[in-house]
């Protein structure tokens, strides 16, 4: 199966699984916003065969990179970093997972950044969705304090509302494996 073979599955996938559409009434976002439509990214990107799909995508976007691990702002990332990472290891280039905590631990070490990870490491930050771009933004300044070198932001979803532009105030490169305009077009297509 190629890439284009692997974005048409995941695409269908979505659909399925993750995508829901109501005019009345909408569905409010993370971001306070309202929204006709809404990704439930969490169905696909814990499922056996999305997960082997969004891995193998991923791993091929950052096949030229020197990144040598991937992470985000638990729980959207994590499934996705973790994909990336099996998938890596069958592939013969190891790409380590690490995990943005929401919020940070007031015991033990109390680190914001969990994962074998160390100062100076050049990372991806992985999302499920963007829309604002808040939560990402959120997963590269806790793993810039760590010391982690961010080198681009891997997106599953990007909504295209502005999130992309917030976080490359950031960042020098952001990527999506899908946008909300592929997925709509095969939506309203009948997929």
Same mark, same amino acid.
């Given at each position: 199966?190629?890439?284009?073979?692997?974005?048409?599955?995941?695409?269908?996938?979505?659909?399925?699984?993750?995508?829901?559409?109501?005019?009345? &009434? &909408?569905?409010?976002?993370?971001?306070?916003?309202?929204?006709?439509?809404?990704?439930?990214?969490? &169905?696909?990107?814990?499922?056996?065969?999305?997960?082997?799909?969004?891995?193998?995508?991923?791993?091929?976007?950052?096949?030229?990179?020197?990144?040598?691990?991937?992470?985000?702002?638990?729980?959207?990332?994590?499934?996705?970093?973790?994909?990336?990472?099996v998938i890596s290891f069958q592939q013969g280039r190891p790409i380590k997972s690490f995990i943005v905590r929401k919020d940070v631990k007031d015991?033990?070490?109390?680190?914001?950044?969990?994962?074998?990870?160390?100062?100076?490491?050049?990372?991806?930050?992985?999302?499920?969705?963007?829309?604002?771009?808040?939560?990402?933004?959120?997963?590269?300044?806790?793993?810039?304090?760590?010391?982690?070198?961010?080198?681009?932001?891997?997106?599953?979803?990007?909504?295209?509302?502005?999130?992309?532009?917030?976080?490359?105030?950031?960042?020098p490169r952001v990527d999506a494996v899908l946008t909300r305009t592929e997925i709509m077009s095969r939506y309203r297509g009948g997929a």
């Amino acid at each position: 199966m190629d890439n284009r073979d692997r974005k048409e599955r995941l695409i269908e996938i979505i659909l399925e699984r993750s995508f829901k559409y109501s005019d009345n &009434p &909408p569905f409010t976002l993370v971001s306070g916003l309202k929204s006709n439509y809404y990704f439930n990214c969490k &169905p696909t990107t814990l499922d056996p065969e999305g997960m082997n799909l969004i891995g193998s995508l991923v791993f091929e976007m950052l096949a030229d990179s020197g990144v040598t691990a991937a992470g985000g702002l638990t729980l959207g990332a994590d499934p996705i970093a973790n994909a990336l990472s099996v998938i890596s290891f069958q592939q013969g280039r190891p790409i380590k997972s690490f995990i943005v905590r929401k919020d940070v631990k007031d015991h033990g070490i109390k680190n914001a950044v969990e994962g074998n990870v160390k100062p100076g490491e050049k990372v991806a930050i992985i999302d499920d969705v963007i829309t604002t771009g808040g939560s990402t933004i959120t997963a590269i300044e806790r793993a810039r304090e760590a010391g982690l070198v961010i080198d681009r932001v891997i997106v599953l979803i990007d909504r295209e509302e502005g999130g992309r532009a917030n976080i490359l105030v950031h960042v020098p490169r952001v990527d999506a494996v899908l946008t909300r305009t592929e997925i709509m077009s095969r939506y309203r297509g009948g997929a």
